[in-house]
């Protein structure tokens, strides 16, 4: 079993840079696949981006390449999301996942954050 607690949202002009941390704990916590997803008000829960247990990481929305990252430090058993240049667009809630097989779909992923709130204003 693995506990997420993300943390780092908060408000931000356009333009600035803010870096999300999510930490697990358990004791194969460090063995699974982890994952970024964002969901604004109204719309479906989207992937920003996941990252294997070795530390391959993928961000998928293409309006995102170049702006975010994904990294995770398993001596901290702790994944991060860097984003910059951040736009209004990017206001949503930001949740972590983490699942032993993972994937690129919010169903696919078995433990879950509480989620932390990012507003970019302009």
């Known amino acids: 079993q693995v506990q997420l607690v993300e943390s780092g949202g908060g408000l931000v002009q356009a333009g600035g840079s803010l870096r999300l941390s999510c930490a697990a704990s358990?004791?194969?916590?460090?063995?699974?696949?982890m994952g970024w997803f964002r969901q604004a008000p109204g719309k479906e829960r989207e992937v920003v981006g996941t990252?294997?247990?070795?530390?391959?990481?993928?961000v998928y929305p293409g309006s995102l390449k170049g702006r975010f990252a994904i990294s995770r430090d398993n001596a901290k058993n702790t994944m991060y999301l860097q984003m910059n240049n951040l736009k209004p667009e990017d206001t949503a809630v930001y949740y972590c996942a983490a699942d032993r097989t993972g994937g690129s779909y919010h169903w696919e992923y078995a433990y879950w954050g509480q989620g932390t709130q990012v507003t970019v204003s302009s």
């Open positions: 358990g004791r194969t916590a460090s063995n699974y696949a």
């Open positions: 990252i294997t247990w070795s530390g391959g990481s993928t």
